[in-house]
């Protein structure tokens, strides 16, 4: 019996383990890094280690430090989470030589699941259907293909090459990234991605949990899965289920993991992995069979049998989506920092099985969480799940529209457009889902008069609160003068630039009139912030209310909220009509460094993985300079134009933070 066990992993997964630990009667130790040591996993534990491993990423993937720290606080098993950890036969082998009880695969068992390709080829050989590998570029047949890492999960490294002249190029680029062997397979258009959920005992029972939809991906990374597919009926879930079964059995396979296919519009499907986790997603399955997969998993650990005879009945329907610290109109640059408030409304139950349809939230930050590049982008995992399809979809796009999401940029409006989007509504999705609809991308305030009427907001709530805060005559409205004068005025970095936004109060305090205007940057100085006309298309706006936090307008006779959360210089306001981040600019602005003609600084926080240039080297426009790794991901930096490498700060291994200068080029 376990009676206590470790978690070897963070953030939410650890999260989710422990809630079921405590259901269970089972104590609970987290491990931890220096980056982590106030994170909600460390303090919901029973016992916490420090682990001594480095970098925050390194430290997490010291086995020998985990098994370390389950001897000391008497841990008797060890659950690797669903990371590197859980996947890793060696980890596994050195945990059952401890004399500990191992929540995961066995270890033979991974060994063979570590290379993709020869699992490929065991599968084949039960007549599952698989797509053909090449290791040799020569052989590859014809084009396009995708290049994949032998090793590992997640997608990471994963790259489509539709011509012979980056085949060279790409191999190199994912094989530097993966950190193993690669090999190529036929690259298949307009598919989806299914998994089937799978639990395997040591007394020969496997049982599938329905399929799961994984196809809305970015970067061969999955960021919403639902239950069932829309794609799937009844013949087709049995054909996949009895493929899984049988891949399965195959390879010997004992615990919690998932069999993924591709599926083709005629219905064709084809092997791709076995991923022996618990995997991200699981949160959808549960809801739909009411099963606690974790409970499951730990049962099958301990050698006991699993309790249900087949596939659970599937129950209503299940969306899942992952709230990541990225940016998505920026190539998915990963974000850092301090993320000022988290907070979603309605939800019914966390990191648990719910007891009826509603929303549970699966999250490893919470207000004031310190977001760094290191461990992945995920924030948090919302789920939906409701009787049908369409109302979980409804129920999922509305709360995220509500949630506060403050201090790191977020994938938050894409989901929510995606979940919206007719084509998603319709169930029409494939792998490449995203890369055909850029109107995705845009994010939800983008109106001009909301952004407008944000401004305002934020501008009469910072007056509300230097009210407040005042030591003498603080009842006086604000900017009140004996004799009317001009407006108060603010500048706000907006979404789209510097916004400059002014109003005039009347003696009771009353808005007497509006504006906002968009600010050329060149302006942005004590000239530049002058008086600007009245314009006549602003909508006609009355102040209901207007606080330090929340702001009533009467807009055109439509009431609107606005929650506004100042953080230092920055407004963060939530509204109907979506969430803004808004930057006061200075009135008297400290002159700032011009940097040097020609410099390439950081896009975002990383460590320089690649450094391909020297100075005094001349390069040409889009020539691939250097690269950062952040996230788990590769970032290139390439040249803007030709010219010559004049500095060359940065060397391999270096951390950079946003901003930091990587080269100088001299142009031609």
């Not at 929340?550 to 953080?567: A, K, M, P, Q, S």
């Not at 003609?597 to 020539?623: D, K, M, N, T």
């Amino acid at each position: 019996m376990i009676r206590r066990l470790l978690v070897a992993d963070r953030g939410e997964i650890a999260r989710r383990v422990f809630s079921t630990c405590r259901l269970v009667g089972i104590e609970t130790v987290a491990v931890y890094s220096d980056a982590d040591s106030d994170a909600p996993h460390v303090a919901e534990a029973d016992y916490a280690v420090r682990l001594d491993g480095g970098t925050a990423a390194a430290a997490y993937l010291r086995g020998d430090l985990i098994i370390t720290a389950a001897q000391r606080t008497g841990a008797n098993a060890i659950h690797p989470g669903n990371g590197l950890l859980a996947e890793d036969p060696d980890f596994a082998a050195a945990v059952a030589d401890a004399g500990m009880i191992w929540v995961g695969a066995p270890a033979k068992t991974l060994g063979t699941l570590r290379s993709k390709r020869e699992t490929k080829e065991l599968v084949a050989e039960a007549r599952v259907p698989v797509l053909p590998s090449f290791t040799e570029p020569a052989k590859v047949p014809g084009y396009p293909v995708l290049i994949k890492p032998d090793a590992g999960s997640g997608g990471a490294g994963m790259r489509v090459v539709r011509d012979a002249s980056t085949l060279a190029e790409a191999i190199a680029s994912t094989r530097r990234e993966a950190g193993c062997e690669v090999f190529c397979e036929p690259y298949v258009e307009d598919v989806r991605h299914i998994e089937i959920p799978i639990l395997a005992d040591e007394h020969g029972a496997v049982v599938p949990f329905g399929e799961r939809e994984c196809s809305v991906q970015r970067r061969y990374q999955q960021i919403i899965e639902e239950t069932p597919s829309p794609a799937v009926d009844p013949g087709l879930r049995e054909e996949l289920c009895r493929a899984a079964i049988v891949a399965v059995r195959a390879i010997g396979y004992v615990g919690a993991g998932a069999v993924e296919f591709l599926l083709d519009p005629e219905g064709d499907f084809w092997f791709l992995e076995l991923t022996p986790t618990l995997q991200a997603e699981h949160a959808v399955t549960e809801c739909v069979s009411g099963y606690d997969l974790v409970r499951l998993q730990l049962l099958v650990a301990e050698g006991g049998m699993l309790p249900m005879p087949g596939p659970p009945p599937i129950r209503g329907h299940a969306i899942e989506v992952r709230i990541c610290a990225e940016d998505p109109a920026y190539a998915w640059l990963p974000a850092s920092g301090t993320l000022h408030r988290f907070a979603v409304p309605d939800v019914a139950g966390r990191f648990r099985p719910l007891p009826q349809p509603g929303l549970r939230l699966d999250a490893g930050v919470e207000d004031g969480s310190v977001i760094g590049v290191h461990p992945d982008p995920t924030l948090a995992k919302l789920i939906a799940w409701a009787p049908t399809r369409q109302e979980a979809a409804r129920m999922l796009a509305s709360a995220l529209t509500r949630t506060q999401l403050h201090g790191v940029a977020t994938n938050r409006d894409l989901l929510v457009r995606v979940l919206r989007h007719h084509s998603f509504r319709t169930g029409d999705l494939d792998t490449g889902f995203l890369d055909r609809r850029p109107e995705v991308f845009a994010p939800l305030l983008s109106a001009v008069d909301a952004v407008r009427i944000s401004c305002l907001a934020a501008a009469l709530a910072g007056a509300a609160a230097r009210r407040s805060a005042a030591t003498v005559l603080a009842s006086l409205p604000s900017g009140w003068r004996n004799v009317p004068s001009g407006s108060q005025t603010a500048v706000y970095d907006g979404p789209a630039g510097p916004v400059e936004v002014g109003y005039r109060m009347d003696r009771h305090g009353e808005l007497a009139g509006w504006w906002v205007r968009a600010v050329d940057p060149e302006e942005l100085d004590l000239a530049g912030l002058g008086q600007a006309p009245v314009l006549d298309d602003h909508p006609q706006t009355v102040v209901v209310t207007a606080g330090d936090e929340r702001v009533v307008l009467d807009v055109n006779g439509i009431r609107l909220t606005f929650n506004v959360h100042r953080v230092g210089e920055v407004s963060y306001v939530d509204s109907p009509e979506g969430s803004v981040a808004l930057r006061e600019l200075s009135r008297f602005p400290l002159p700032a460094p011009e940097a040097a003609e020609g410099s390439l600084i950081a896009p975002l926080p990383g460590a320089v993985r690649r450094v391909l240039v020297v100075p005094g080297q001349r390069v040409r426009a889009g020539e691939l300079l250097l690269t950062l790794e952040a996230m788990k991901l590769e970032h290139p930096v390439h040249a803007p134009s030709a010219g010559v490498v004049a500095s060359l700060p940065v060397h391999p291994g270096a951390e950079v933070d946003t901003g930091e200068l990587l080269a100088v080029l001299d142009p031609e």
